[in-house]
């Protein structure tokens, strides 16, 4: 049973930085894809970054590049995300989810089938 913990939230004035974390157990994650995923209030849930548990390539959406880094710990099997320069847009609760494989639909909410409980992101203007 895969489970993953995040932590790091918390409250932070506009550009300032965060930096969250996902602590994976359960299975060895070799192969996997591990995402950021981030969801406001009143809002659907949508892609942040996400990257490939073995030869660590990643993606992000637009609107976070050049300020989010996503980054992993094999040794520690735990996925960071470092957040810079954060705006009040980027406010939500953000998630830690896995899928078993890496394709072109890894920005894709339904596309990964375990996720973590969540942690507040608050960014005050």
């Known amino acids: 049973q895969v489970q993953l913990v995040e932590s790091g939230g918390g409250l932070v004035q506009a550009g300032g930085s965060l930096r969250l974390s996902c602590a994976a157990s359960?299975?060895?994650?070799?192969?996997?894809?591990m995402g950021w995923f981030r969801q406001a209030p009143g809002k659907e849930r949508e892609f942040v970054a996400a990257?490939?548990?073995?030869?660590?390539?990643?993606n992000y959406a637009d609107s976070v590049k050049g300020r989010f880094t996503i980054s992993r710990d094999n040794a520690k099997n735990t996925v960071y995300l470092q957040m810079n320069s954060l705006k009040p847009e980027d406010t939500a609760v953000y998630y830690c989810?896995?899928?078993?494989?890496?394709?072109?639909?890894?920005?894709?909410?339904?596309?990964?089938?375990?996720w973590g409980q969540g942690t507040q992101v608050t960014v005050s203007s």
């Open positions: 989810a896995s899928r078993p494989y890496y394709s072109a639909t890894y920005y894709s909410v339904g596309s990964y089938d375990y």
């Open positions: 990257i490939r548990w073995s030869g660590g390539s990643t």
């Open positions: 359960g299975r060895t994650f070799t192969g996997y894809v």
